[in-house]
């Protein structure tokens, strides 16, 4: 089964802090994604990789930034966290081309003080 | 852009009976992927059932099913013979056909399912 990790289930950050919130996969997906979810907005897509140092900005990437170094691991990255980015973030992947099915993680519920 | 539009924040259904959920969406694409997304209360989202645009046939998972109307860019799903595993939150979205960069999902908002039993 393909499984897909994310570092913590619950965080609880302060205003101006750098927050890292890290994914794993296990299944050699060439794409991952980070989204927002809020009550009455669904999902919503921050950023996304299709390859190892490659990124492409989402719906909603400001402020926040990602890393890809490796195939398995991406990172979102809340540089200077703000009450408004209190959510919660899930990450997903999928293997490239045609195949579409995205497998998610547990998510992680950020609260920022 | 593609916009996906789910109406009803919230359902509730007696166990056993019949349930359908309402997606709507907005494309000016003709190949394009619809899925459901169920989000149990313990978060993991999983796929319930996909729905290629270029089939006719609707697609049938078990006791899921959708009815896919493309003119009217409708996609709901029918959950039959409802349990209380299916309470849940349900996602629509939207995936347009391509590779690498243009392999994204636009979500609805979610409909909140209750299975009364």
């Known amino acids: 089964d393909v499984k897909v990790t994310q570092s913590s289930r619950y965080l609880v950050k302060r205003t101006g802090e750098k927050v890292f919130l890290e994914c794993v996969q296990d299944?050699?997906?060439?794409?991952m994604f980070w989204y927002r979810q809020d009550p009455g907005l669904g999902l919503r897509l921050i950023y996304f990789?299709?390859?190892?140092?490659?990124?492409e900005k989402g719906d909603i990437p400001e402020g926040y930034s990602v890393s890809r170094e490796k195939k398995e691991r991406f990172s979102l990255i809340l540089e200077s966290a703000s009450t408004n980015q209190t959510s919660m973030y899930l990450c997903?992947?999928?293997?490239?081309?045609?195949?579409?099915?995205?497998?998610f993680g547990p998510g992680t519920r950020l609260t920022v003080t | 852009a593609q916009t996906v539009t789910q109406s009803q924040p919230e359902m509730s259904v007696q166990e056993a009976e019949t349930v359908t959920l309402s997606c709507t969406y907005d494309?000016?694409?003709?190949?394009?992927?619809l899925f459901w997304y169920k989000q149990p209360p313990s978060r993991q989202m999983i796929l319930v059932i996909r729905?290629?645009?270029?089939?006719?046939q609707n697609a049938t998972e078990n006791r899921f099913s959708v009815n896919f109307q493309k003119a009217a860019k409708s996609f709901s799903l029918k959950i039959s013979d409802s349990q209380l595993g299916d309470a849940a939150m349900y996602f629509c979205?939207?995936?347009?056909?391509?590779?690498?960069?243009?392999?994204?999902?636009?979500f609805g908002q979610g409909t909140r399912l209750t299975i009364n039993p």
């Open positions: 997903a992947s999928t293997v490239g081309g045609l195949v579409y099915e995205q497998y």
């Open positions: 299944m050699d997906h060439e794409n």
């Open positions: 990789s299709y390859d190892v140092k490659m990124k």
């Open positions: 494309t000016s694409e003709s190949d394009y992927y």
């Open positions: 729905q290629e645009a270029y089939k006719q």
């Open positions: 979205a939207y995936r347009s056909e391509g590779i690498q960069g243009a392999q994204k999902l636009v």
